[in-house]
């Protein structure tokens, strides 16, 4: 192809010294034809030919390299997934009967319906979350990538957040696919970028390429062919000087030469013909036409580009009146020649925009929103019109824009609805419906984790006309402060919704619940909530307020030591059968799931959490994905899951550090963490988390209670008895300013019974084992009971057979609950006992098998333990791999054999709910001990681990 020859139909930028851009885009389309995957962006002002380069490499698609293309538009820019809807739109209609079929069942399926603009199906709970679509329209994506594929998509600039997430994911698959991904878009300000835009143009994998404007040489050949005759240096010098070099520019120039009949081209000709710049005289010629032309041409410039019809309606002319516009207008070079009407290039449409008067224009798009809210696809681009002008009161606006949040919200798409809904807070709507808009402001704030949902929950508290709407919008509230841990002002915030309640109404429960659980958080408030839950007798969780108390009443038990029966039971009676479950972002369903997960039940928390993920991707709820992990997490780590609850943990951390507020949950998580990793005997990690010389915060007081007592682990693995007392002492003592004593969540007796153990000191461990034992006994807590006797034989002196004895029970003990890390070392602490009684055979057996379940944990310090013990018992223990398969982590296992199944990093990181940084420390350790250097190699090192 010649520089000069042009690129498809219409009237693209010729492409003039762009060799070197056209052969890396045509290496790039020629490499996806040979099986190779990569991507580029082009980057530049309007007019430099960023669409002219993106439709020759188009053109050199042919039929063995699948097509396809879309373009953004500005009007869509808050409609989610509008990009990817004509993206995939082709390719999607063009599926066969049967595979369309087979996607309609599988998690595809979502996607599916999104293009295709149908219903997923009468029990299909759509992922409406853009992270959770996004992995169901990669789904479909894998399904559509039959060969190889260049995906084109222009405009970059007004692609909408999700459509850009997509993107970003598919451009993951460039690195093991023949998949080629090219992209234009205007220049955008680091400043003006929003993060997913950031992002993309961030990635390494996505080189950018910036078209540069034409010399003076190129610029002669534009106008020498162009006007059929050499042009002279002082003429070129001229336009180049009104042009800037800029091609679309230069081309337009040589057309008002080609009119001009002034006889020979002088440079006084070339800037009396453009005193200001080329766009400015082309769009003058409107000016020497009709009303109906200018009409024609200011709704064009207002929808974008449009069919006959539509422009007719909102220009308020005849098609017949439009139609014979459109013609004069084409014969202006204002208009393309295709049947949609549309500018032949952007610059002409801001041109003849800035035409029209401020006034005039805002009028032209409330008219144009009037007009596109009643179209079929036409709700997202209405409220994009809405939002280029100024409030002036119309409820029909705001109703439009509340439509277009509602549908936003739908789409799991927060931050839209949020930008939509403040929209319509400044029309503004009448004063009756503002607290209402306000109140929806907040709530979509607060899903989004935007910190500015605190004002508007606080106005619409104080502002909404009936109390319970004001009690809903007051929970709503003490729920942001709650995440942030502000309980001080949730405590007043409810109290005031409670006194303007009728006292026999569940709304008054529900706001009394709330109450206690941000009053449990306080110190000097604790006796008082524990009051309010005590004198609610009778609960039998048949209401929403009744299950709400209920759950604190469970957490009130642990706190004490009432029997863990009790606790359950009121557990399970504020959970019910699920089909009026509170939903995840309220605190006390993290809280009763909590509970249950300390009572031993981490089955039925791990099957709770299952049967919400669901609902909360599809709500893109950010607090509900936290308390997903948060109690999932437990559940994992007291079962023993290791690599689990780390993954857990992780996710947990990432989502508050990226939303801010979660200050307590954070705290709590990272303690558990570190305990995690501190069982797999990472002990460095683990420091790094709980350093041992930053003092505590005092802002989160819960969460100081659990990184007091996390502290005090990492101390004593570090083998500091004395700092770890110091810890935990003060653990116990914050827990006491508010009324706790030892709760399964935060035991501090045991680690504190190891430290003074360690430090030799028997009386002082006896002393609080013996208060340890009577509480078990007290709860009847089989878990509590099994870890104290363990302790109790390492304790006592009263000879051997009494030493197993004990162990026995508490291996007794033990099995009878689902903590299967802890029977595994009452189990290896029999085994040893028995082999210092001389008893080797049996000995063996119970090392043995503890060390399989402990292996199976990833417990490698527990391991290390038995294998020791093992030795000491004659047996040949297996040795613990350094190296090859044997040797990696439950978690390093677990991210090589996704990444050897062909997943990014990225991928691997949302499958597995951890931070893309976990996945590539697994991955580094894994290629250190796989013996590989690469991840092609994986797979091959994996399966050649399995037949050692």
Known sequence: MSESQQAGGGESTPLWERRDDLLLLERLVDGVRAGAGAGVCVLGPPGIGKSTLLAAASAR???????????????????????????????????????????????????????????????????????????????????????????????????????????????????????????????????????????????????????????????????????????????????????????????????????????????????????????????????????????????????????????????????????????????????????????????????????????????????????????????????????????????????????????????????????????ALAEPPSAEQRPEVQYRLGLAEMRAGDPACVGDLAA??????????????????????????????????????????????????????????????????????????????????????????????????????????????????????????????????????????????????????????????????????????????????WSGELARAESDFGACIALVREHGGGEIAAAIATSALAEALLAQGRNAEAVALVPVEVPVSEASFNGSINLLRARGLVLLALGDAEGALRALADCRERQALIALDNPPWCAWRVPMIAAHWQRGERDQARRLLDEDLAQAEARTDPLQRGIALRWAARLGDAGADDEIATLRASVAALERTEAVLELQVSRIELGAALRRAGQRREASTWLLLGRAEADACGAAALVRQANAELAAAGSRPRRMAVNGQAALTASESRVCRLAARGLSNREIAQQLVVSPKTVEAHLSRGYRKLGVTRRDQLAAALRAGAGD
Not at 532 to 538: D, F, I, P, S
């Open 61 to 423: 698609a042919t039929e063995d390299v699948a097509l396809w293309q879309a373009s953004a538009r500005e009007l869509e820019a808050t409609a989610p997934f509008a990009v990817v809807r004509d993206l995939l739109g082709g390719p999607v209609a063009a599926l066969a009967d049967e595979e369309r079929r087979r996607l309609a069942e599988g998690p595809g399926r979502w996607a599916l319906a999104l293009v295709s603009e149908q219903d997923a199906g009468p029990d299909a709970i759509a992922p409406s979350d853009p992270g959770q679509m996004t992995r169901s329209l990669l789904v479909l994506a894998e399904a559509l990538l039959a060969g190889p594929t260049l995906v084109v998509v222009d405009d970059l600039q007004w692609a909408d957040a999700p459509s850009l997430g997509f993107l970003l994911r598919l451009l993951e698959q460039t690195t093991r696919r023949p998949l080629g991904i090219l992209l234009a878009g205007r220049e955008v300000a680091a400043s003006g970028r929003g993060a997913e835009l950031a992002a993309l143009l961030a990635d390494p994998r996505l080189p950018q390429v910036r078209p540069a404007l034409l010399s003076p040489e190129a610029v002669a050949r534009v106008l020498g062919e162009r006007l059929g005759q050499e042009v002279s240096p002082e003429v070129v010098a001229a336009s180049v000087e009104v042009t800037d070099g800029n091609p679309f520019l230069v081309v337009e120039l040589a057309r008002l030469l080609a009119r001009d009949d002034r006889g020979a081209l002088e440079p006084a000709a070339v800037r009396e013909l453009v005193p200001r710049r080329v766009v400015d005289v082309v769009v003058h010629r409107l000016v020497a036409l009709g009303a109906a032309e200018q009409a024609l041409a200011h709704g064009v410039a207002v929808l974008g580009g449009a069919s006959v019809r539509l422009v007719a309606d909102v220009a308020d002319l005849t098609t017949a009146e439009v139609e014979r516009a459109a013609d004069r207008l084409r014969e202006a070079g204002l208009l393309d020649a295709g049947a949609r009407l549309r500018f032949r290039h952007a610059l002409l449409s801001t041109a003849v925009g800035e035409t029209i008067a401020p006034g005039a224009l805002a009028a032209l798009r409330r008219r144009a929103a009037q007009v596109l809210v009643r179209e079929p696809e036409g709700l997202h681009r209405a409220a994009g019109q809405l939002l280029h002008v100024e409030g002036i009161g119309d409820g029909e606006a705001v109703q439009t824009l509340l439509r277009a949040a509602a549908a936003a919200l739908e789409s799991g798409a927060p931050r839209e609805a949020t930008t939509l809904l403040a929209r």
């Open 460 to 637: 619409a508290a104080e502002t909404l006309p009936q109390p319970a709407e004001r009690a809903q919008a007051a929970l709503a509230l003490a729920m942001a402060y709650n995440f942030a841990g502000a309980y001080a002002e949730s405590v007043k915030v409810l109290e005031a919704a409670l006194r303007d309640l009728d006292p026999t109404a569940d709304l008054a429960l529900v706001v009394e619940a709330g109450l206690v659980s941000a009053a449990l958080q306080l110190p000097d408030q604790v006796i008082r909530a524990r009051e309010l839950v005590a004198a609610r007798a009778g609960l039998r969780g048949t209401t929403t307020g009744e299950r709400l108390l209920l759950s604190h009443r469970a957490a009130i038990g642990n706190a004490s030591s009432r029997p863990v029966a009790e606790v359950v039971t009121a557990a399970l009676q504020a959970i019910g059968d699920g089909a009026h479950d509170l939903h995840p972002e309220a605190h006390e369903w993290t809280l009763v799931r909590l509970q249950l997960a300390a009572a031993g039940r981490y089955a039925d928390v791990v099957e709770s959490c299952r049967r919400w993920d669901p609902e909360v991707d599809r709500s893109g709820s950010i607090l509900g994905k936290v308390a997903i992990c948060f109690v999932r997490g437990f559940a994992a780590l």
